[in-house]
């Protein structure tokens, strides 16, 4: 048995992951949710909210890189981007690496998350919190998507699981206002959790999305930290998912992104989905 403090992930009922903590660098009880912050030898600085893993500078690459690039490239010309939860600041990130984006609006419920990856997550956000193209606003996304008058090229919805504060993020009243605030042409992505151990997840969630935005379908990552095979991602909107090869070709070197994940074949293979997640995406 190793030395340490072990930390277990309560997500799922009858499966779970521990992670040891070599160093804990920070806990609160904050005002919506419990932080806490420590370091694995594996997957680098790891932080939990409410005892389900978020973000690992280890593998955090894999979803923010799949969220960002794979609808901003399939866009192509998307300006305006509003980004639901991402707290930790990866995914507006990865965003605004795209030069084009003139703006990021990002809406966390948790200010105490912002407050937290500022102090203590620089190697996820990299100073994008000093970006002045990203504004942060402190909020209920739900609520900033039925009340804003401001429209989207793209929606992005980086959320915690469908427990706790972004259970509304999961519902069909939500997506309709997403619907509503989305320029023509828009895209709209959500985290769908990993449908072998969530299936409903995916089920539930993207037949809500359908309902709003009828073309809704999903793609899938690899993100170690949230074990149990594939994770879905839901995609809506206008633009084809899958471009040509040849056009997210030249649009990946015209952007001149350097990524790990990302890649255009990888953009168009996403949406080859096994059968067992395919039939869950039909059934949605
Ligand atoms: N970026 C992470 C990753 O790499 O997987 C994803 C998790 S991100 C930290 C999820 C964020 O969604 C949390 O910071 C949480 O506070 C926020 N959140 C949950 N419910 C919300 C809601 N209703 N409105 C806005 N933000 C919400």
């Known amino acids: 048995m ?153 929606v992005l919805v980086d959320s915690t699981d469908p427990i706790g504060p972004g259970e509304v993020l999961f519902q069909e009243p939500f997506y309709r206002d997403v619907a509503r605030i989305l320029k023509p042409g828009g895209v709209v992505v959500t985290q769908n959790g990993v449908p072998f151990l969530q299936p409903g997840e995916l089920k539930a969630g993207l037949g809500n999305l359908r309902r709003a935005l009828p073309e809704a379908t999903a793609y899938i990552i690899a993100v170690p930290t949230y074990f149990g095979g594939h994770m879905t991602l839901g995609y809506a909107g206008t633009p084809a998912p899958a471009p040509e090869r040849a056009t997210l070709t030249e649009r990946f070197a015209a952007a001149g992104i350097g990524t790990r994940y990302y890649t255009p074949a990888v953009h168009q293979a996403a949406f080859a989905l096994p059968a067992f997640i395919a039939e869950l995406v039909d059934a949605a």
């Open 2 to 154: 190793s030395d340490g403090r072990w930390f277990e992930e309560t997500l799922h009922d009858d499966v779970r992951l521990t992670f040891r903590a070599t160093e804990v660098l920070a806990e609160q009880a904050g005002d919506h949710q419990h932080l806490a912050l420590f370091k694995n030898v594996t997957f680098g600085d790891v932080l939990m909210l409410d005892g389900v893993t978020q973000v690992t500078t280890g593998d955090e690459f894999v979803y923010h890189e799949m969220m960002a690039h794979v609808p901003l490239f399939a866009h192509g010309k998307a300006r305006e981007v509003l980004i639901i939860g991402g707290g930790d600041g990866g995914l507006a990130r990865e965003v605004l690496r795209h030069r084009a984006i003139e703006r990021v609006t990002l809406v966390e419920l948790d200010a105490d998350v912002i407050g937290f990856a500022e102090r203590h997550l620089g190697s996820i956000h990299r100073g994008t919190f000093d970006d002045p193209r990203l504004e942060v606003v402190i909020a209920d996304g739900s609520v900033f998507a039925a009340q804003t008058e401001r429209w989207f090229d793209a």
